[in-house]
């Protein structure tokens, strides 16, 4: 998988475990919520960045929307591609959890490209037995 550009709904670790990513890439959406990424993390948490990204020199209101377990927890809105380029989201993402990011074109007047892209830092857990205090 090594120096290949992975895009799509799912989250990819390095080979080191260490870090996690996801890139929707380009995807076109309107006045439907549309799936940007959806994933499910492993038994570690995850210390996220979510870039919301627009591809379209537009200025219609873009709306994100970052779900863990189906509880909308975070939502961002990008007025247009010449304001805020990018908006990032700063999240903990618990373990064992089901995770949704999706778009939606807020002023329906057409279709607009937009992503969004994950990387983040994996935590583990301390250790709970055998502990020398």
């Not at 591609?81 to 999706?102: G, K």
């Amino acid at each position: 998988m090594s120096g290949q550009t992975v895009t799509g709904e799912t989250l990819q670790f390095t080979d080191d475990n260490k870090y996690a990513y996801a890139y929707s890439g380009k995807i076109a959406v309107n006045d439907t919520e549309t799936t940007l990424l959806e994933f499910e993390t492993n038994s570690s948490y995850i210390v996220a960045n979510i870039q919301l990204e627009y591809f379209d020199a537009a200025s219609d209101n873009m709306k994100y929307l970052v779900k863990i377990n189906n509880v909308e927890v975070c939502v961002g809105i990008i007025t247009g591609r010449t304001e805020n380029w990018y908006n990032d989201l700063q999240i903990i993402l618990p373990p064992n959890a089901r995770i949704l990011v999706t778009g939606i074109n807020n002023n329906a007047t057409g279709t607009r490209s937009i992503g969004a892209t994950l990387t983040g830092k994996i935590g583990m857990a301390p250790r709970v037995g055998n502990l020398v205090e």
